[in-house]
């Protein structure tokens, strides 16, 4: 399991990184709008860890998925966190003012608001996908078997 969600969290991170650099590249990194692609490129990844978990599996239990979904998201989250945190504090160390400007909010509460803030939405965002995606992936009780699991 271990070497399924590491796989994915590196791949979503790398991913994130990627995009943001991209975004910086054409010059549209200052706005926080466009971060909600973020959550197409966690929900992508973290899909897809959970599939492939899921297949390699004859009894796929809930527990196991959502915690391929949770330690994907969290270790993908942690990774781009940090790369945000180096960016901010070492190679653009205008781009904290100039989002925090963009959001018309008090400088003094700085880059670590910043960071935090991508670590939580980060956060967030991997819960609900996780949420959401193993509704999909679930067996069913909808099955002859699974009727022995219901009030009659």
């Keep these: 399991m271990f070497k399924v969600y590491s796989r994915y969290a590196v791949w979503i991170a790398i991913a994130l990184i990627a995009y943001f650099l991209l975004l910086k590249l054409i010059g549209f990194h200052q706005y926080p709008e466009l971060s ?4 197409l490129i966690f929900g992508f990844g ?14 796929f239990k809930y527990e ?3 915690e391929v979904g ?3 998201g969290g270790i ?10 180096v960016y901010m504090y070492q190679i653009d160390t205008e781009f904290a003012a100039a989002i925090m400007e963009r959001w018309s909010l008090e400088y003094s509460l700085g880059t670590l608001m910043l960071i ?3 670590l939580i939405m980060s956060f967030a965002t991997t819960i609900v996908l996780t949420l959401a995606f193993m509704q999909l992936l679930k067996k069913s009780w909808n099955t002859q078997d699974g009727k022995r699991h219901t009030m009659k």
């Excluded at 973290?46 to 009894?59: S, V």
């Design 46 to 59: 973290i899909y897809l860890a959970m599939k492939k978990y899921a297949t390699g599996k004859n009894d």
């Design 36 to 39: 909600s692609v973020n959550g």
């Design 116 to 118: 935090l803030s991508v």
């Design 64 to 66: 196991k998925g959502f």
């Design 76 to 85: 993908a989250s942690i990774i781009f966190t940090l790369f945000m945190a």
């Design 70 to 72: 949770l330690f994907t």
